[in-house]
């Protein structure tokens, strides 16, 4: 089902880019959520987990439910952050801080405070919901927050080493040469 609504999405952001459309910021946000991939990874990532990874996670996962949400919000504003301040390509969907510009006639900097200011909204929510959550949907609450973790790591400072990687070979290499002691 996830594979699915994550196409659909895609496809109607697709269709929104070629027709020019800017949607309102929630419009954006809504489509975000899906299009930054973090719900159909979060259910990829718990194939592996075993017998942790029950029916009622991955129904719960398949919801897309308030944290799950949180989590693609924080992957889409730390990737729309660091691609802000890299440039865009013009057949590109506008952006969660050009469509907040638009709708709140605000330049860049102010787009960029506020989107910050979400962002942390959205990592206190992160961090509420795996307090309360119910034992059994521990696992999918782990990967959701290490997945918004890592994002925090490939964006740190603004750069963007999804798109060029080479900004994660030293920090990689430094791991498996200099292990963190425990």
């Given at each position: 089902?996830?594979?699915?609504?994550?196409?659909?999405?895609?496809?109607?952001?697709?269709?929104?880019?070629?027709?020019?459309?800017?949607?309102?910021?929630?419009?954006?946000?809504?489509?975000?959520?899906?299009?930054?991939?973090?719900?159909?990874?979060?259910?990829?990532?718990?194939?592996?987990y075993g017998d942790v990874?029950?029916?009622?996670?991955?129904?719960?996962?398949?919801?897309?439910?308030?944290?799950?949400?949180?989590?693609?919000?924080?992957?889409?504003f730390l990737n729309d952050?660091?691609?802000?301040?890299?440039?865009?390509?013009?057949?590109?969907?506008?952006?969660?801080?050009?469509?907040?510009?638009?709708?709140?006639?605000?330049?860049?900097?102010?787009?960029?405070?506020?989107?910050?200011?979400?962002?942390?909204?959205?990592?206190?929510?992160?961090?509420?919901?795996?307090?309360?959550?119910?034992?059994?949907?521990?696992?999918?609450?782990?990967?959701?927050?290490?997945?918004?973790?890592?994002?925090?790591?490939?964006?740190?400072k603004g750069r963007d080493?999804?798109?060029?990687?080479?900004?994660?070979?030293?920090?990689?290499?430094?791991?498996?040469?200099?292990?963190?002691?425990?």
């Amino acid at each position: 089902m996830q594979y699915k609504l994550s196409s659909e999405y895609y496809l109607r952001e697709v269709v929104l880019s070629s027709k020019k459309y800017r949607p309102s910021f929630k419009e954006h946000e809504e489509i975000s959520i899906m299009t930054s991939g973090l719900p159909m990874l979060t259910l990829v990532t718990l194939m592996g987990y075993g017998d942790v990874a029950t029916q009622e996670v991955f129904e719960w996962v398949d919801r897309v439910p308030g944290m799950v949400r949180a989590g693609s919000q924080v992957t889409r504003f730390l990737n729309d952050m660091s691609s802000y301040k890299l440039g865009k390509h013009k057949k590109d969907m506008p952006s969660t801080l050009e469509c907040y510009m638009i709708e709140n006639d605000s330049t860049g900097d102010e787009a960029m405070a506020a989107v910050a200011a979400l962002l942390e909204n959205r990592w206190r929510i992160l961090n509420q919901v795996t307090m309360e959550i119910d034992h059994a949907l521990m696992p999918a609450a782990e990967v959701v927050v290490n997945m918004a973790r890592t994002n925090e790591i490939i964006y740190l400072k603004g750069r963007d080493a999804y798109t060029f990687g080479s900004d994660l070979k030293d920090l990689v290499t430094a791991l498996f040469l200099n292990p963190v002691p425990l």
